[in-house]
């Protein structure tokens, strides 16, 4: 069973700071999802990764498969920004579920 | 906006009681996941039907079953409901393949009294 684990659990940043999210898994993936969500509970698909960076907008991931980590970083952060940022896994084929992290909690302060 | 509508939005059951709970795919996703997100925690993978097959669990006892239709919808059912129960139920719909992205419902918030 793939344990994930992400840090910080919390994050209070000003606007304009460069924020970092890191996720942690202990078995081998085929995939690695980044997602948002906000208070409410609809949660948005950011990036779905199996190698190497991805960039959208002012959101940037990467994954490292040796080190079994990514990386979430978001640049010059905006009070929209706030949500709960949660890394998600998948371990084997395409009917195995996600396994996620508990979720880091960001909050953008103006 | 993901096209993925779950219904009902919050809803209110005693212990014991049996509930359904609903979710429309975008167009032309066949496969649908379903999650249990308690208070504070992150999202439990219930189960994935794939053309209207179970293909995947997580551990989650039989009372929790569920439906896909031809339409591709998907129904979860929690029989004799327990208070642990209470949480957030996530829908989300993606093409087969484990390179599929997901797209997410905005869930439905279950109480258990």
């Known amino acids: 069973k793939n344990e994930v684990e992400q840090s910080p659990q919390n994050l209070t940043a000003q606007e304009g700071e460069f924020i970092t999210i890191n996720c942690s898994y202990s078995?081998?993936?085929?995939?690695l999802h980044w997602l948002q969500q906000h208070p409410g509970g609809g949660i948005v698909s950011l990036f779905m990764?199996?190698?190497g960076k991805k960039k959208h907008g002012r959101l940037i991931a990467t994954i490292n498969i040796q080190e079994k980590h990514s990386s979430l970083h978001i640049t010059a952060s905006h009070p929209r920004d706030s949500a709960v940022y949660i890394c998600a896994v998948r371990s084997g084929g395409g009917a195995d579920g996600l396994t996620f992290g508990k979720g880091t909690h960001l909050i953008i302060q103006p | 906006e993901t096209g993925v509508t779950q219904s009902p939005t919050h809803l209110i059951k005693t212990r014991g009681q049996q509930v359904t709970l609903r979710c429309s795919s975008q167009s032309g996703h066949n496969t649908v996941s379903w999650y249990q997100q308690a208070l504070g925690q992150g999202p439990q993978f219930i189960f994935q039907y794939y053309r209207e097959e179970e293909n995947g669990r997580g551990n989650f006892p039989p009372r929790f079953s569920g439906l896909q239709f031809p339409n591709y919808s998907s129904e979860l059912n929690v029989n004799a409901l327990e208070l642990d129960d209470s949480a957030l139920y996530l829908c989300?719909?993606?093409?087969?393949?484990?390179?599929?992205?997901?797209?997410f419902g905005e869930g439905s918030r279950l109480t258990v009294l």
């Open positions: 078995v081998g993936i085929s995939a």
């Open positions: 989300a719909s993606s093409l087969p393949g484990y390179t599929g992205e997901l797209f």
């Open positions: 990764l199996s190698s």
